[in-house]
T-cell receptor, first 115, second 114 residues
Framework: DAGVIQSPRHEVTEMGQEVTLRCKPI?????LFWYRQTMMRGLELLIY????????DSGMPEDRFSAKMPNASFSTLKIQPSEPRDSAVYFC?????????????FGPGTRLTVT | AQTVTQSQPEMSVQEAETVTLSCTYDTSENNYYLFWYKQPPSRQMILVIR??????QNATENRFSVNFQKAAKSFSLKISDSQLGDTAMYFCAFRGGGADGLTFGKGTHLIIQP
């Protein structure tokens, strides 16, 4: 089975540009999570969805960040406008609530560099 | 809010040795889940092992085992017969009963020397 798929793997953009990160969760998983990893702050939860509905977005750093999940197989994380401090690795993860183990499966991440 | 602390920023051992990575956490909850994730240089986050707080028996997955001390809020990972491929960052993570997101520690960089 395919794991969590993220695109692009690397993104380099200039300050002020819009950035869109994409995620396809594991088929059948009903939870989707977005995390950000930086050297200073480690791994932080940004937002998560259950059955395509945003449940907790308290980790989203500011209004420049937005996330959507239009269907069960696709989610986006958008940054507009981007700033150098947004440079990080962004992970998407998914989980199956019927499993009972609560483990999350991560995608390969998108390394974002804002110059 | 829960916190997860990994007090060893970096560890280095010889191949075939046994190594233990420490993790402590702070919570007022009784039911929760704990995880260890491995992040090799490829940066892929790989689930190593999980432990349910209501289970007294320590989880084991092949060469990986945990020492879960609920009263002490300690959750250490033991890697037996370490291999070069075990070189990676290891993250301890907590999932509380009332929230679905994971809270991660800062990680331990484990280096297996040949």
């Amino acid at each position: 089975d395919a794991g969590v798929i993220q695109s692009p793997r690397h993104e380099v953009t200039e300050m002020g540009q819009e950035v869109t990160l994409r995620c396809k969760p594991i088929s059948g998983h009903d939870y989707l999570f977005w995390y950000r990893q930086t050297m200073m702050r480690g791994l932080e939860l940004l937002i998560y969805f259950n059955n395509n509905v945003p449940i907790d977005d308290s980790g989203m750093p500011e209004d420049r960040f937005s996330a959507k999940m239009p269907n069960a197989s696709f989610s986006t994380l958008k940054i507009q406008p981007s700033e150098p401090r947004d440079s990080a690795v962004y992970f998407c993860a998914s989980r199956d609530s019927t499993g009972g183990g609560y483990e999350q499966y991560f995608g390969p991440g998108t390394r974002l560099t804002v110059t | 809010a829960q916190t997860v602390t990994q007090s060893q920023p970096e560890m280095s051992v010889q191949e075939a040795e046994t190594v233990t990575l420490s993790c402590t956490y702070d919570t007022s909850e009784n039911n929760y889940y704990l995880f260890w994730y491995k992040q090799p240089p490829s940066r892929q986050m790989i689930l190593v092992i999980r432990q349910e707080a209501y289970k007294q028996q320590n989880a084991t997955e092949n060469r990986f085992s945990v020492n879960f001390q609920k009263a002490a809020k300690s959750f250490s990972l033991k890697i037996s017969d370490s291999q070069l491929g075990d070189t990676a960052m290891y993250f301890c993570a907590f999932r509380g009963g009332g929230a679905d997101g994971l809270t991660f520690g800062k990680g331990t960089h484990l280096i297996i020397q040949p």
